[in-house]
């Protein structure tokens, strides 16, 4: 388990549709897309040739939108990362639909409530600055280093390589030591230093209304 990361779970939390920022599955291309506004525009204009309550309803009527029809079977929940001003929903259907029905939802200003479980994502500042204390890391593209693995192997340079899900990148983790002080130092000379990118998200995540708007509801916290 990771200290950093926090996984924070609320059961049965209402958001309205208009609040969703984004999807997680779909057999479109998501990443495409800024906003669900331009995916439906691309992906199914024919969905929103009509702007009308009627429509709305066919839209939501949807089976796979599982949040609706089928809440109590369904995985089906809202995300919040806690360094992104957004909320998203983590589905296993019904994208295109619901995506319409959002569009056309505030194009009306139609209130539509949905339920679900929401999990967020959090960091911890306090084991983040631990963490900095005595490890830096860097984000390199897959095999950057291959060659020189063997030399680090060999000397007394001290460090942990993890390869990332998808394998198009890699994470060095090195000991903040008398030893590796030099090799730090080259490296936050040439590549992502992972440790300011999580200081960056630390940063957004004190200032994610999103998220505020979340802890103001669950005050217990």
Same mark, same amino acid.
């Given at each position: 388990?990771?200290? /950093?990361?926090?996984?924070?779970?609320?059961?049965?939390?209402?958001?309205?549709? @208009?609040?969703?920022?984004?999807?997680?599955?779909?057999?479109?291309?998501? &990443?495409? !897309? +800024?906003?669900?506004?331009?995916?439906?525009?691309?992906?199914?204009?024919?969905?929103?040739?009509?702007?009308?309550? +009627?429509?709305?309803?066919?839209?939501?009527?949807?089976?796979?939108?599982?949040?609706?029809?089928?809440?109590?079977? @369904?995985? %089906?929940?809202?995300?919040?990362?806690?360094?992104?001003?957004?909320?998203?929903?983590?589905?296993?259907?019904?994208?295109?639909?619901?995506?319409?029905?959002?569009?056309?939802?505030? &194009?009306?200003?139609?209130?539509?409530?949905? /339920?679900?479980?929401?999990?967020?994502? =959090?960091? %911890? #500042?306090?084991?983040?600055?631990?963490?900095?204390?005595?490890?830096?890391?860097?984000?390199?593209?897959?095999?950057?280093? %291959? %060659?020189?693995?063997?030399?680090?192997? &060999?000397?007394?340079?001290?460090?942990?390589?993890? =390869? #990332?899900?998808?394998?198009?990148?890699?994470?060095? !983790?090195?000991?903040?030591?008398?030893?590796?002080?030099?090799?730090? @130092?080259? !490296?936050? #000379?040439?590549?992502?230093?992972?440790? #300011?990118?999580?200081?960056?998200?630390?940063?957004?995540?004190?200032?994610?209304?999103?998220? &505020? +708007? /979340?802890?103001?509801?669950?005050?217990?916290?």
């Amino acid at each position: 388990m990771n200290p /950093i990361f926090e996984t924070q779970i609320y059961t049965q939390y209402q958001v309205d549709l @208009s609040m969703l920022s984004g999807f997680s599955n779909s057999k479109s291309p998501l &990443q495409e !897309f +800024q906003t669900i506004e331009a995916f439906v525009e691309k992906q199914c204009p024919s969905y929103i040739s009509e702007i009308s309550a +009627q429509r709305l309803e066919a839209m939501l009527a949807h089976r796979e939108i599982r949040i609706i029809h089928s809440p109590n079977t @369904s995985t %089906d929940e809202f995300v919040v990362f806690a360094w992104l001003d957004k909320l998203f929903i983590s589905n296993t259907g019904g994208s295109h639909h619901l995506a319409a029905a959002h569009y056309i939802a505030k &194009q009306l200003n139609y209130a539509v409530p949905l /339920i679900a479980n929401l999990r967020c994502y =959090v960091l %911890d #500042e306090h084991y983040f600055k631990i963490f900095h204390q005595h490890y830096a890391a860097f984000v390199l593209p897959r095999a950057e280093l %291959d %060659d020189a693995i063997q030399y680090f192997e &060999q000397s007394n340079i001290r460090f942990i390589k993890l =390869v #990332e899900r998808h394998k198009e990148l890699e994470i060095f !983790f090195f000991a903040r030591s008398t030893d590796n002080h030099k090799i730090i @130092s080259i !490296f936050e #000379e040439k590549y992502r230093s992972l440790n #300011e990118m999580i200081s960056w998200c630390v940063a957004k995540q004190a200032h994610n209304v999103v998220l &505020q +708007q /979340i802890l103001s509801k669950n005050s217990c916290l």
